[in-house]
């Protein structure tokens, strides 16, 4: 029974670790590259927002934070890049505890907490835009040096495994969360957190874990983005493009489930480029798109495509634990 | 085993509890009884830490708690239930009794084992699988008895578990609640449910607008003056007594 649950993230890592067989197209890669990366994002997201409630709309703070420690680190120091990588984990969940410490021991909840995240990333956006130490708003550009202990790559598929590698492992800790006591904990302050309290609960520690986690894996996304296009600045890093995505995936994907946020990552960015196909290169089309697929999960489908999944095939639901 | 000592709790101008102390002793069954919006409830928040008194003590065996918190009471051993039911809707009923589970088992599989023990104990068993939301009135009320027994309490608090129930379901329940005193769990509970309170407690205390206005055993409480005066008015103790009907 244990091990039933991780079943389906082997499967779905596996199908995905064998499309750069099936095609050697660029826009192929580009597309895996980057909803891997956003993917990553989305389940840091969902740890906090999902599992735990605690909606944010600034998660691209972490992710920021963890663009520019690696880039910082390797453009000023000349750090190692996995060094690097390390450390930007560290920043990451630091970030989170800060921002976790600040608002949840005054107890923000709801869109309060959503409004103080997105502060957050703004003031980092603005900082980050301003200061020399970031490159401003001209950005940081990293030399384009291939070779793994770099953490970069000549061949496209080997970055694409890699992401995938990092992806695999969040999809892990979010497995083993989902049947701990950790992750009981986490479920009880988002149901109700006076009855949490009553049980032993200590509401203000998990919610500290929980930030620190999210916070950690969204910035290991950011990671990966500097390690792909080896630039960073203030508007990619801190923008709210990353917020939005890595708050929307795991609505459209089955909200606190495991493997949410990457089948909506997945199911999103996948219409979206299907509509840019069919309709031409009209800007902001699959914007669009995403739109609709907000509206209709939230009218018809509030536990997004996995709950849909749960709704109309149970057994089969069952079956791969979800 | 529990003392409270001159409680009082304000809240802005309002004074919910008026220097009340209590005395809970080890294995019994307690009632705390009262007109509704004596401040039962609120004294209820004082000693489970969810309301900081404004003055007066929290004395668990022997250790003051006063200034600890929920979760840390819960862990001393103290566990409530609510009046106005809390499940987590979104969980089932098996997961809502195994949060209560991991407070002393941190393995998932023994928290497991130990909700399914609970359940069985307080009569869900049949209802393991359904989603809390799905409960009737009764069963969210075992819920709440379930998921705060699942902590392994010493003393358990309980605030109207009774209430809102129809009489077969209270008869079902009483020997439930017995039956958990008698495994060694102190009981403290609010009732309205009379034929309950003179079943099940040793020990009854009432609260009229604040204030503890008599304690002493159930049958002795019911025939105090000042108690058939605070649910029924003034002078009416006095025109009981002329009629010779003192059953309140």
């Known amino acids: ?322 | 085993m529990l003392e409270i000592a001159d409680i009082t709790m304000r809240f802005g101008g309002l004074v919910a509890v008026d220097r009340a102390s209590l005395h809970v002793e080890k294995g019994s069954i307690t009632g705390l009884i009262g007109p509704n919006g004596a401040g039962k409830t609120t004294l209820f928040g004082v000693i489970a830490g969810f309301l900081k008194p404004t003055q007066g003590r929290v004395i668990w065996q022997s250790q003051d708690i006063t200034d600890l918190k929920p979760h840390q009471r819960a862990e001393l051993g103290i566990a409530r239930t609510f009046q106005i039911v809390q499940p987590f809707q979104g969980l089932n009923v098996l997961e809502n009794i195994t949060v209560g589970a991991y407070l002393r088992h941190h393995r998932a599989q023994d928290a497991i084992e130990k909700a399914r023990a609970v359940a069985i104990r307080v009569g869900l068993e049949k209802d393991i699988d359904l989603p809390a939301s799905s409960l009737t009135v009764a069963g969210r009320k075992r819920l709440e008895l379930a998921r705060a027994l699942a902590t392994e309490p010493k003393l358990l608090l309980l605030d109207e578990v009774l209430a809102g129930l129809n009489p077969s379901e209270i008869r079902d329940i009483i020997p439930v609640i017995r039956a958990i005193r008698d495994d060694g769990v102190t009981i403290l509970m609010i009732e309205h449910v009379m034929q309950a309170v003179m079943n099940l407690c040793e020990q009854v205390y009432v609260l009229a607008q604040g204030q503890m206005i008599a304690h002493g055993t159930p049958a002795s409480v019911c025939n105090d003056p000042a108690v058939i005066e605070a649910y029924l008015g003034k002078g009416a103790a006095a025109r009981m007594a002329q009629t010779g009907g003192a059953h309140a």
């Open chain 1, 1 to 322: 029974m244990k091990l039933q649950g991780y079943l389906p993230i082997l499967v779905v890592t596996a199908l995905l670790a064998v499309v750069p067989f099936l095609s050697n197209s660029n826009t192929l890669y580009n597309f895996m590259v980057t909803s891997l990366i956003i993917a990553l994002a989305a389940q840091g997201w969902n740890i906090l927002g999902g599992v735990a409630g605690q909606t944010s709309f600034g998660h691209a703070l972490f992710f920021g934070v963890g663009c520019y420690t690696a880039a910082m680190l390797q453009f000023h120091f000349g750090i190692n890049a996995w060094l690097a990588f390390l450390m930007a984990l560290a920043a990451g969940a630091g970030a989170g505890f800060i921002v976790g410490f600040l608002s949840f021991r005054a107890g923000l909840r709801g869109s309060y907490f959503a409004l103080i995240t997105l502060a957050f990333a703004e003031l980092m956006r603005i900082l980050a835009n301003a200061s020399e130490w970031t490159g401003g708003a001209a950005g940081l550009l990293l030399k384009l040096d291939p070779g793994f202990a770099n953490m970069q790559f000549a061949s496209r598929a080997s970055f694409m495994w890699l992401a995938l590698a990092f992806v695999f492992v969040g999809l892990l800790i979010s497995r083993a969360i989902a049947g701990s006591r950790f992750g009981a904990h986490l479920v009880a302050v988002r149901e109700n957190e006076d009855a949490a309290r009553a049980l032993g609960v200590d509401v203000l520690t998990v919610k500290l874990k929980a930030i620190s986690l999210s916070g950690a894996m969204t910035a290991a996304a950011g990671v990966l983005y500097v390690q792909n296009f080896l630039y960073i600045d203030a508007n990619i890093g801190f923008g709210a493009w990353i917020s939005i995505e890595a708050l929307l995936a795991p609505l459209v994907g089955g909200r606190g489930l495991v493997l949410g946020p990457l089948i909506g990552t997945f199911t999103l960015h996948g219409l979206g480029e299907l509509t840019k196909t069919f309709a031409g290169r009209v800007p902001g089309i699959d914007l669009m798109v995403f739109a609709v697929v907000l509206i209709c999960v939230v009218a018809f489908a509030s536990d997004g495509m996995l709950g849909l999944l749960r709704r109309f095939a149970p057994r089969l639901a069952k079956r791969i634990a979800l």
